[in-house]
């Protein structure tokens, strides 16, 4: 089955750093994304790990381990408008990605 | 570029009626997809189209609902008859033929909100 796991919500303050963690388990696994929503609109696109490792960009960096089944975005110098839902999903092949339900962060002052 | 434009932003009904939900894709991106989104079960894929064709349709819950892509430049989603269950946003994406990388991310359009009273 396909199966992605993500905390459903996570509370941080600004100026901190947050680690949001993703394991998933599906039947076939091209990447990984991490989509951004902002309540109201839609998924914007943040990242994509093909290979092991971490990909840093900006504030946000994201890490890969293939093996593990796991993956985490990590968000620096955490700024009010990152409250939003992250949504970590596996890019399964043959134009199919499965998204996790997502976690929200609340950034407070 | 205008985006993946959809429409109607709202949509508000009786339960029985038909919906017809519309999309525009991002000009010269050739696959499709229909999206639902609802607190309880996440973003869940409806169907995927590749070059106006559709390519798995799994994802649709059942024969009420159905898509079509007559053109690469439109599609719609249409529930009939509408159920209160269906209540959820819909997102349409949409994605380049380029190579590498960009051609799995998403473009996604503002979404759908449908309400089925």
């Known amino acids: 089955g396909q199966n992605i796991d993500q905390p459903t919500e996570m509370t941080a303050t600004e100026g901190a750093i947050v680690q949001i963690n993703c394991t998933y388990q599906?039947?076939?696994?091209?990447?990984l994304f991490w989509y951004q929503q902002h309540a109201g609109e839609a998924p914007t696109f943040l990242s994509y790990?093909?290979?092991?490792g971490l990909e840093e960009k900006g504030r946000f960096s994201s890490f890969l381990s293939r093996s593990k089944g796991y993956s985490y975005l990590l968000l620096k110098e955490l700024q009010m408008k990152d409250s939003a839902s992250y949504l970590c999903?596996?890019?399964?092949?043959?134009?199919?990605?499965?998204f996790g339900a997502g976690t929200r962060l609340f950034v407070k002052a | 570029d205008a985006g993946v434009i959809q429409s109607p932003r709202h949509e508000v009904t009786e339960m029985g009626q038909e919906v017809t939900l519309r999309c525009k894709p991002i000009?010269?991106?050739?696959?499709l997809f229909w999206y639902r989104q609802t607190m309880m079960r996440g973003l869940e894929l409806l169907i995927y189209?590749?070059?106006?064709?559709?390519?798995?349709d799994s994802g649709m819950p059942e024969d009420r609902f159905s898509a079509k892509m007559p053109n690469a430049s439109f599609s719609t989603l249409k529930i009939q008859p509408s159920e209160p269950r269906d209540s959820a946003v819909y997102f349409c994406?949409?994605?380049?033929?380029?190579?590498?990388?960009?051609?799995?991310?998403?473009?996604f359009g503002a979404g759908t909100r449908l309400s089925v009273l």
């Open positions: 599906t039947s076939g696994f091209n990447g």
């Open positions: 000009s010269g991106h050739n696959s």
């Open positions: 994406a949409s994605t380049t033929p380029a190579g590498g990388i960009a051609k799995n991310i998403q473009y």
């Open positions: 189209f590749n070059n106006n064709v559709p390519i798995d």
């Open positions: 790990n093909v290979l092991d």
């Open positions: 999903a596996v890019d399964t092949g043959g134009f199919k990605t499965i």
